[in-house]
């Protein structure tokens, strides 16, 4: 029972599962593009939030997400849940997720293979994970507590990263394999991540893709990053949301939906917000590899948002 780990009376609020959105191009849902995409009217797209900037009782911004979601599939995006952290779950911040899945019923729902907790602290970054046997169990066993509460398959989403731990014993992408065998979970796949992770370890992004579960993956997260240099004056690439999508990075999700098949699509643009009209032509540019891979019998049935 959902109660078993302490939500409270809110657990026997109905929870339902919308129709999912198909292979769609979507954008992140800023606030300073409101009005914008409300003259728009309705589109064909999606918007995703991060669950945790409306976890609030109520307010401007969910007036503002309620007039988003009148007319547009939403999807719920974690950050802070810790799925890869040694501690418990926190409670409280896992009854307000759900609370947040209840009551906009986004058609999909996804948070990091990371940690961000330590005590009652909550830190701004997703940090990594080592890949053990003892992290695999509490993966999994958070991952459990999370699709309990929520009652349905999360997303869970591979990370950047900038470091490797000596003691990892599997690859990463054979944790995430036996991570959605064990939970049944789904995977987002961030495109970005893998090449600014591949970038950062000198490995292969064509050859972590080939050992990728796509069938498992539910959504994909396109990005911008930064270029920076490490201490020794090496390339380090940064994942910081704030830019065009790469070249290189569009050629690897051309290869993802080719073997994969047209999945729901985002554009995560967190800072040095554009115009909407940036992020709609980044989220058309998406719509147009999408559609390119769509059985010819949907094609032409939606747009990008």
């Known amino acids: 029972m959902t109660t078993a780990i302490g939500l409270g009376p809110s657990t026997l609020t109905p929870l339902r599962f919308p129709p999912p959105v198909g292979g769609v191009a979507g954008t992140s849902f ?60 926190d409670k409280a911040h896992l009854a307000r997720f759900r609370g947040l899945v209840a009551r906009y019923q986004p058609a999909l729902v996804s948070e990091h293979l990371a940690w961000s907790t330590h ?13 053990t046997e003892a992290t695999l169990a509490c993966v999994c ?26 003691e990892s014993s599997m690859s990463e992408t054979d944790f995430i394999r036996i991570v959605t065998e064990r939970t049944g979970c789904g995977l987002l796949l961030d495109v970005n991540n893998v090449f600014v992770s ?22 994909i997260h396109l990005a911008g990053h930064a270029e920076q240099s490490d201490d020794d004056g090496d390339l380090l690439l940064i994942d910081s949301h704030d830019g065009p999508v790469a070249d290189a990075v569009w050629k690897l999700f051309e290869i993802v939906v080719q073997h994969r098949g047209p999945v729901p699509t985002l554009i ?15 989220a058309a540019a ?20």
């Open 141 to 166: 066993d958070h991952i459990d507590q999370v699709q309990e509460a929520i009652r349905r398959p999360i997303l869970l989403e591979n990370p950047s990263a900038y470091l490797a731990f000596r």
């Open 286 to 305: 998406a719509q147009v590899i999408l559609d390119r891979y769509r059985p010819s019998m949907l094609t032409g049935d939606r747009r990008a948002a």
């Open 30 to 89: 800023k606030h300073e593009h409101l009005n914008a995409i409300l003259a728009d009217g309705p589109q064909a797209g999606f918007f995703e939030v991060h669950a945790e900037n409306y976890m609030g009782a109520g307010g401007p911004p969910h007036r503002a997400l309620e007039a988003i979601r009148r007319d547009h599939p939403l999807s719920l995006h974690g950050v802070c849940m810790s799925i890869g952290g040694p501690q418990p779950l």
């Open 268 to 282: 995560e643009w967190d800072s040095k917000i554009p115009d909407w009209l940036v992020l709609q032509a980044e």
């Open 198 to 219: 591949a970038t950062n370890h000198g490995f292969s992004a064509l050859e972590y893709l080939a050992d990728f579960p796509l069938s498992r993956v539910g959504e």
């Open 119 to 131: 005590e009652t602290s909550f830190f701004n970054d997703l940090l990594p994970l080592p890949y």
